[in-house]
């Protein structure tokens, strides 16, 4: 049975993911068989399993750290909000219905069985299991009904790491207040704080922290330095907020830039899967934005709608509030418009619900910039897919990878061609169209998320840009490999990666050694 440790936080969007994955690559990278599991999450931005099921987008980048392919059993129950009182359930990767609430609160029971059977096959397959909780394990009108937090804790007999956000303010009051709404047998379980996103001289918050732990008895394990955004994708949209105007994947705005292709993102109400994004903002000289009003699209090269979880009611905001004709005359304009997913279904002629999947069967005209009509079928697509480029289209690359998760089926109309043929899905060959794109290319969509992952193809895209705007082209790689070494590097720099090995129960076995040096990347396997 493998070993766990759990990082559980004082609430939301305090760097539980990111701090998940960078000790998945840690102790991936001293030698031991790690995987990342988080019982249940309530995301948007999602990925398609090696088995085909649906988990959260966090889990996947944390497999990733790890070596590994994502699995239903890293994320055995996520939550896919549609509405402000409900969500899609799905366990083990395949939809079982819509649930307010209230429902879901007498589903617990099903969902825990799911988290269960997942940990305990993980479990038989690892050394290390490293556990993400959600929100904080303090919510008390919400630990009746948690499968998340310290139950799976408990489960799991893991010591739990507290991570706190300092950055936003009331770092001691949330760790104490945290650890006084515990009951005595979770305080515990507590092993060890992590204080995350601190600025300025450590030297000055070391009577803060001796007082912590004094008030506490728990050890302080680490000081993480505030560190802007190295290209790892967030969990959910509350991550949004810190990328409203964003140039490189280093965070420095490319404002006052010479050359620059100007890039600006739909920010939809139910927007899904904008990790889609984080390749073009890693490039030099983009300056991607997220956008909420009409006006915004003034000066843009692009103008990008991405997925959401609720496209008909996005799709009939965008038109109250001017989007879908600033959309439509900066494409007559010359611009360029590009539509994933959800965005792809809003920029045809239809999308329909006749079975009632998002609203009460009601039916919605779209941008009518593609020829397509969409319908929302009761079952979802989730799957990886491999595809070329269709003839008609304007971007040569090879072939190109991706994954699939909508409800919907698009199909063309009139003389529209598809912009890519998808030759494998889930592993199994099929020859079936995808998207759409205009005659000239300037509009495009794709069900394919993913797609700017792809260099060449991203790189295509982008340098037909600069041909038009008499900039120099480019080729710029992601090396996703070295961004999770270097926050490897950054955590075992400021953490005691050896006292949490210790509360896991882990030894640092012969032919496993620490390199932490400025000039190597954290933690190797000798020979």
Not at 212 to 225: A, Q, S
Not at 402 to 428: C, Q, W
Request: aromatic share 6%.
């Amino acid at each position: 049975m493998a070993k766990a440790i759990m990082i559980q936080g004082t609430g939301s969007h305090v760097g539980k993911s990111i701090i998940t994955a960078g000790l998945c690559r840690i102790f991936r990278n001293m030698g031991y068989r790690v995987a990342p599991f988080k019982a249940q999450n309530m995301a948007l931005n999602s990925a398609v399993a090696k088995e085909g099921g649906e988990i959260g987008r966090a889990q996947a980048i944390q497999a990733e750290a790890c070596g590994i392919e994502p699995s239903i059993h890293m994320n055995p129950v996520l939550l896919k909000p549609n509405s402000d009182m409900g969500s899609q359930v799905i366990i083990h990767g395949k939809v079982v219905g819509n649930m307010k609430a209230r429902e879901y609160y007498a589903f617990k029971e099903k969902a825990w069985e799911a988290v269960c059977e997942s940990y305990e096959r993980l479990s038989m397959e690892f050394d290390l299991i490293v556990i993400e909780g959600a929100g904080s394990p303090a919510e008390v009108n919400l630990k009746e009904n948690d499968i998340v937090n310290m139950k799976v804790a408990e489960m799991a007999n893991a010591p739990v790491i507290l991570v706190s956000d300092i950055d936003r303010g009331g770092v001691f009051a949330s760790l104490i207040g945290t650890m006084e709404l515990l009951t005595p047998s979770e305080r515990k379980m507590v092993c060890g704080f992590i204080i995350n996103k601190f600025r300025g001289d450590k030297t000055l918050l070391e009577p803060g922290l001796e007082f912590i732990e004094k008030r506490t008895g728990v050890p302080i394990l680490g000081v993480v330095p505030y560190f802007m955004d190295m290209g790892i994708g967030e969990e959910d949209s509350v991550g949004l907020g810190k990328r409203e105007v964003r140039g490189q994947g280093s965070g420095v705005s490319r404002v006052g830039c010479a050359q620059q292709i100007k890039i600006g993102i739909i920010r939809l109400s139910h927007i899904s899967n904008y990790t889609d994004f984080d390749p073009l903002q890693r490039e030099p000289d983009v300056q991607l934005s997220y956008i909420q009003r009409p006006e915004e699209l003034a000066g843009l090269d692009v103008v990008i709608i991405p997925g959401s979880k609720n496209t008909i009611d996005d799709l009939i905001l965008l038109k109250k509030i001017g989007f879908a004709e600033a959309i439509r005359g900066h494409y007559k304009r010359r611009g360029r418009v590009v539509g994933i997913c959800g965005g792809y279904q809003i920029l045809g002629i239809k999308v329909s619900d006749p079975y009632g999947v998002e609203t009460e069967g009601t039916s919605e005209d779209g941008l009518e910039l593609l020829q397509v009509e969409t319908i929302l079928l009761k079952d979802k697509i989730t799957a990886n897919v491999e595809a070329i480029p269709h003839p008609p289209s304007l971007i040569p690359h090879p072939l190109l990878r991706g994954y699939e998760i909508h409800m919907g089926e698009s199909k063309l109309t009139g003389d529209a061609e598809p912009l890519f043929v998808i030759k494998k899905r889930n592993g199994d060959a099929v020859e079936i169209p995808d998207g759409a794109v205009t005659k000239d290319g300037r509009c495009w969509g794709t069900y394919i998320h993913g797609i700017f992952d792809n260099d060449h193809f991203r790189k295509e895209f982008l340098n037909s840009i600069r041909k038009e705007k008499s900039f120099a082209p480019l080729d710029i790689k992601v090396g996703i490999e070295n961004v999770y070494d270097n926050l490897a590097h950054l955590l075992d720099s400021n953490l005691d990666i050896f006292k949490m090995m210790g509360f896991a129960g882990l030894t640092n076995t012969p032919g496993r050694v620490r390199l932490s040096t400025v000039k190597e990347n954290a933690w190797s396997k000798t020979a």
